[in-house]
């Protein structure tokens, strides 16, 4: 494994062992602090991110390495020069590459051209890191992940397309309930939905919240207009309505159910206030896995 671009690029082993590693790390603070000595990462965003930046450079200096952040006005992908030119430039400086970008062929066209390894932090089809994050929160909650349900509300966009990769690959269930014309990427779908066949699980999509969440061990919504889509917003909110995932919806789910956002969220649009600060929700301890799940990953590409 060179470069994580998707999760669906990965074997259900490579994911066993990420997770395996996750747990070291989390576990003994002291052992890896010099995994990466030695070591550079660059983060090229061209949108904005708390997390996915904060984590990653947070993440490579708890590991003994150094991360140089690049943001839109600096590398200016694309424009000021090639993406080719980047990465064949950025290889002979640095050990790894993070991007946060718009269009995913930016992404693999960087890891076609660096020689060193690429992460996607975020493009607009795909969210690996985050996906790799939750399925280690939830086996964390849960201690199992085969046989689990996570109903996905709202707009099958970066984030729902790279879980149902993670869901089915580990052999969970995943109920998508989103509006018309808000469904996740066919392409993607239909390969996830293969993947999990052959996995043993199964993966529904409908217009329906409450259909989706009954018997789900795991609720999880996302914001209704993602980075760049800003010109879309008043259409969404009207599109999505009936979709905010909120105590009506969680009630019917059962006590012990999961709530996952992956942040930022719009508090009052797709969930509501007290259902991110209910006992139900584990959305920060989603949001600080991003950090040891990410160590490992940048352990297992840089080292
Ligand atoms: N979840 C996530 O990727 O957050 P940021 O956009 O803040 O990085
Ligand atoms: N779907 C959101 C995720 C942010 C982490 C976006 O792309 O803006």
Redesign the pocket.
Known sequence: MKDLISVKDLSVEQIQELLKLTDEIKRDKTRFTAALSGKTLALIFQKPSNRTRVSFEVGMYQLGGYSIYLGPNEISLGVRESISDVAKTLSRYVDGIVLRTFEHKNVTDLAKFASVPVING?SDLT?PC?ALADIYTIREKKENLKGMTLAYIG?G???CNSLLYACAKVGMNMNIAAPKGYEPDKHVLDEAKRMAQSGGSEINLSGKPREAVRGADVIYT??WT??GQEKEAKARKKAFKGFQVNKTLVNLAGKGVLVMH???AHRGEEIADDIMESKNSVIFDQAENRMHVQKAILIKLLS
Request: net charge negative.
């Open positions: 975020l969210h985050q707009d966009n970066n984030v996302d914001v993602s980075m992956c942040l930022p």
